[in-house]
């Protein structure tokens, strides 16, 4: 359990937060169990601190230039197209 024991007054602010209705038994079990959340965060401080970051490899292929579709080709199999460009629902 976390050496700061979450009290009861705590609990009801962040219920209030979350707007949430708790009756005093769920304060009660809440407090507990949020303390316990609270106690595992302590045992991040027995992690051990990096010194150097990892040597870091780039695995994305580089890029080709090719040539890309003409803009006939690509309109080609559009359902509508005006003045050379696709032509989609009115959007209101």
């Known amino acids: 359990m976390s050496e700061t024991p979450v009290d009861a007054d705590e609990v009801r602010h962040v219920a209030d937060l979350a707007r949430i209705d708790l ?7 809440f407090a507990v ?3 316990d959340i609270l106690s595992y965060f302590d045992a991040l401080d027995d992690v051990p601190e990096v010194e150097a970051e990892a040597d ?25 197209t005006e003045d050379g460009y696709f032509k989609g629902p009115s959007v209101s």
């Open 33 to 35: 169990q949020f303390a």
């Open 56 to 80: 870091l490899v780039n695995v994305m292929r580089e890029d080709e230039v090719r040539d890309g579709l003409s803009q006939e080709e690509a309109l080609q199999n559009a359902p509508e």
């Open 23 to 29: 009756d005093e038994d769920e304060v009660d079990r």
